[in-house]
């Protein structure tokens, strides 16, 4: 089945500078992978998606990358700002019949002002 | 819509007792998957359906876990018996298989005692 891995499980970075988060996937037949932002005592929300078919896709300060040849993707925040700390999850897909979602093991992003 | 309902949010027991968690995908939707989360393992995929059938459940820990989906609006999760290592939250989510973005519950926090 498929395991994500993600790096790195903790990250403090200062106010305005980047943040960089990566995953790899091990199932060659995914092709979908999300990125969550769950807050604390809150649920995982969408905070970005991106399909095989796509290399690069950016909202706003968000900004997402897949490489499937080695497949691993990476979540870019830039200018960062206090309420972007939270946890991160990545997650690999399979929108064919079956759609297992697996989540990697988070990342705990601290923003410091 | 009310997005995806769990119940209960809390539940407090004591070990042996069984335990049922409740969830309401958003309707439309015809893949839902049961998570539990723990700050040691992440988010754990447990189970997930597909059209109300289960498509794998590698992922219960065990005979005492079990999950129905008897209709597409309905879900249920059982620990039967509960043990102190089943504290956790559980999180219930569901998504439209053709557009794949995973919407989560509230969650329901167990523990037992």
């Known amino acids: 089945g498929e395991n994500v891995e993600q790096h790195p499980s903790t990250l403090s970075v200062q106010e305005g500078d980047s943040a960089v988060i990566k995953c790899t996937y091990s199932?060659?037949?995914?092709?979908?992978f999300p990125w969550y932002k769950q807050e604390l005592g809150k649920r995982p929300q969408l905070i970005i998606d991106?399909?095989?078919?796509?290399g690069e896709k950016k909202d706003q300060r968000i900004a997402v990358t897949l490489n499937k040849t080695a497949k691993h993707f990476s979540l870019h925040i830039t200018e960062t700002q206090p309420e972007d700390s939270a946890v991160y999850f990545c997650?690999?897909?399979?929108?064919?019949?079956?759609?297992?979602?697996?989540f990697g093991p988070g990342t705990r992003l601290s923003v410091l002002p | 819509d009310a997005g995806v309902i769990q119940s209960p949010r809390h539940e407090v027991t004591e070990m042996g007792q069984e335990v049922t968690l409740r969830c309401k995908p958003i309707s439309g939707h015809n893949s839902l998957f049961w998570y539990r989360q723990t700050m040691m393992r992440g988010l754990e995929l447990l189970i997930y359906f597909n059209n109300n059938v289960p498509i794998d459940d590698s992922g219960m820990p065990e005979d005492r876990f079990s999950a129905k989906m008897p209709n597409a609006s309905f879900s249920t999760l059982k620990i039967q018996p509960s043990e102190p290592r089943d504290s956790a939250v559980y999180f219930c989510?569901?998504?439209?298989?053709?557009?794949?973005?995973?919407?989560f519950g509230e969650g329901s926090r167990l523990t037992v005692l």
């Open positions: 989510a569901s998504s439209f298989r053709h557009t794949g973005e995973l919407f």
């Open positions: 997650a690999a897909s399979n929108g064919n019949y079956g759609q297992n979602f697996v």
């Open positions: 199932d060659s037949a995914s092709n979908y």
């Open positions: 991106i399909r095989s078919n796509v």
